[in-house]
């Protein structure tokens, strides 16, 4: 646990990042890459390490921030839907049942789609919660936030490297 | 690194990619419609996906804003020319941070109203970054690979 404190910390940050909505317009696809890379470049720092980081230990890293990135992100995004019964399915609700009558599906499709929705707008509304919602949040940071976080860690740890290799760079 | 395991990359990327025209799916296949939901909810975790900033297409507009696009078509152009020849050659870092000036720049430039946000601009910028991106997300896969061999 406390050999991956630094995941933790930017793991948190980065869980932040995903769910406030002003910040979120800053969260491209390099948040959590560079939450990876960061906690790599703080475990360096924390250890006083001068060694290169293995492959392994890069994509460690990097899926343990993923992780903790996806499970605060969860917690927030749940945790405000619950407590507010209100969030971006409910607030996108209209505009997505525009979009879902424009495409060029079968009238039966349509109204399946819409009725799957309608009900999970209905869950938030009235419980503030919804078994669909909580799935769907909960796999999409899972394993989003693992795979980036991995991808981070790798190409981090090069980064990292090159300046352990070179240091003057 | 070995053909199966650049095939299992490049079909990841494959996928990702498709994810990104799901709309344009459904055209093919009504049942993408289910999905669609489901979808932005996961780019919206690697993408802003501020309205006027997505691509358009024939009959729908792309999952992610014009950018992310273009790091993720570099990406999936540069793994598939890696399926026919396994480079081995080292890049040096600051290839990557090279590459990265473009975006940033353009980023920096049109926030301060020197210009006005252009789609091409950033679709050619992240498509840069991501074409070399590749070559380090290869590397990093294939040291891993060769960590776990020994």
């Keep these: ?169 | 690194m070995r053909f199966q395991y650049r095939l299992i990359l490049f079909i990841v990327l494959l996928l990702w990619f498709s994810g990104i025209f799901v709309e344009w799916l459904i055209s093919f296949d009504n049942h993408f419609l289910f999905a669609l939901p489901f979808l932005q909810k996961t780019y919206s975790l690697v993408c802003h996906q501020e309205k006027a900033k997505l691509l358009l297409f024939n009959n729908g507009e792309t999952l992610t804003c014009a950018r992310c696009t273009g790091i993720y078509l570099g990406l999936l152009l540069v793994s598939f020319i890696f399926l026919f020849k396994n480079f081995k050659k080292k890049f040096p870092v600051k290839f990557l941070l090279y590459s990265s000036v473009p975006m940033f720049a353009d980023v920096i430039l049109y926030s301060i109203n020197v210009y006005h946000y252009s789609k091409f601009i950033a679709f050619s910028t992240g498509l840069l970054l991501g074409s070399v991106g590749f070559l380090y997300l290869y590397s990093g896969l294939n040291n891993l690979i060769l960590e776990m061999k020994n």
């Design chain 1, 1 to 169: 646990m406390k050999k991956y404190i630094s995941a933790l910390i930017c793991g948190f940050g980065a869980g932040v990042l995903q769910i406030v909505p002003f910040l979120r317009s800053f969260s491209c696809c390099f948040i959590i890459p560079l939450a990876a890379f960061t906690s790599l470049m703080l475990d360096q720092r924390a250890t006083n390490s001068k060694e290169k980081i293995s492959a392994k230990k890069a994509i460690m890293f990097g899926i343990v921030t993923g992780l903790y990135a996806a499970l605060f992100g969860s917690f927030f995004e749940l945790f405000i839907t619950l407590v507010t019964k209100h969030n971006d399915i409910i607030s996108t609700f209209p505009e997505l049942q525009r979009m879902i009558e424009g495409f060029p599906v079968t009238p039966e499709i349509k109204t399946e789609v819409l009725n799957l929705f309608q009900n999970v707008r209905e869950e938030i509304l009235t419980k503030g919660f919804s078994l669909l919602y909580t799935f769907s949040v909960l796999m999409n940071n899972f394993i989003v936030n693992t795979i980036f976080g991995a991808v981070g860690g790798l190409v981090g740890a090069q980064i990292i490297n090159n300046r352990i290799n070179n240091p003057s760079n």
